[in-house]
């Protein structure tokens, strides 16, 4: 006769915390919408003595979604580095009309996705009792116009961003109007632009030379985002990128650009270098925190 064996309360939501929400976690909603979800990395040594505080790397997936593969590619960097991995999933279609953009422009009509992934670090920093008032920041494509945008808005909540081969990009410009440019900036999103803060933000940009494709990002009169000045950025995503860059140091933002030799259009292959980027940051960030 088997002998049913109790186990303790508290060792059965130890061993639940270590299953599912260290290493490589589950998927979790959004508790401030439950249509958006996410995934984390968490090393296994978190609250450990000797520990340093975590701090946070958060990657947006582009159209593709591949968010998990973006948190499994991160994985290694947070472990030695002491960092948590946040990986959101933005769906596509999620007003049910089967838009895959939405998220690259923050807002989609009452869906404000840079509130969202305020709210998911919120409730990963509560989850694992850590301070991501800043947090660095890297997308590709779709997730790289996302950062570009999200860095104009929200330049002090990070600590480092990072933005990769975005098809679609927007300048600092008031001159032309919101997406191409900032005119409308603070009647879109009720509030200017803190210019200050995105100067004393580090900031990289990286594409691949050979992502010279062009059918998915050429705005054409008629489409979702055509408007004047869509496509004058450039034809390929590195002269987009390029283009990018000289907007942001003519407006005093100093900028780390990487164009990668062989590289198509593939954010994986453009990890190592982001990493790169984010460990000097935190190099730096840390150091500044030591000494005060």
């Not at 005093?252 to 990890?271: E, M, Q, S, T, Y």
């Amino acid at each position: 006769m088997t002998k049913n064996i109790e186990v303790p309360a508290g060792l059965a939501e130890r061993r639940a915390r270590a299953v599912y929400d260290l290493g490589l976690s589950t998927i979790y909603a959004s508790r401030a919408d439950a249509r958006f979800s996410y995934c984390t990395y968490v090393p296994e040594h978190i609250g450990q003595p000797g520990t340093r505080p975590m701090q946070l790397v958060v990657v947006v997936h582009g159209t593709g979604r591949a968010f998990v593969n973006y948190r499994e590619a991160f994985s290694g960097f947070a472990k030695w580095n002491d960092c948590i991995v946040l990986c959101p999933l933005f769906p596509a279609g999620v007003r049910g009309d089967g838009n895959r953009d939405g998220f690259k422009h923050l807002v989609e009509a009452d869906i404000h996705y840079d509130r969202i992934l305020l709210d998911m670090v919120a409730e990963v920093g509560e989850k694992f009792a850590s301070d991501f008032s800043r947090f660095a920041l890297f997308g590709y494509s779709g997730g790289g116009q996302f950062v570009n945008r999200f860095a104009m808005l929200h330049p002090e909540h990070l600590w480092a961003a990072s933005i990769g081969a975005p098809g679609s990009v927007t300048l600092i410009d008031p001159a032309q109007g919101w997406w191409v440019g900032t005119k409308d900036f603070e009647t879109r999103f009720g509030k200017p632009m803190n210019l200050q803060a995105l100067r004393r933000l580090p900031v990289h940009m990286v594409a691949g030379k050979a992502d010279i494709e062009t059918w998915e990002i050429t705005h054409r009169e008629g489409g979702k985002f055509f408007m004047p000045g869509a496509n004058e950025t450039g034809r390929t995503r590195p002269e987009r990128l390029e283009a990018l860059r000289r907007s942001f140091e003519a407006a005093g933002v100093k900028v780390a650009f990487d164009l990668l030799d062989n590289v198509p259009h593939n954010g994986l292959a453009c990890v190592g270098h982001v990493q790169d980027f984010f460990a000097k940051a935190l190099h730096d960030l840390r150091a500044v925190a030591s000494a005060a």
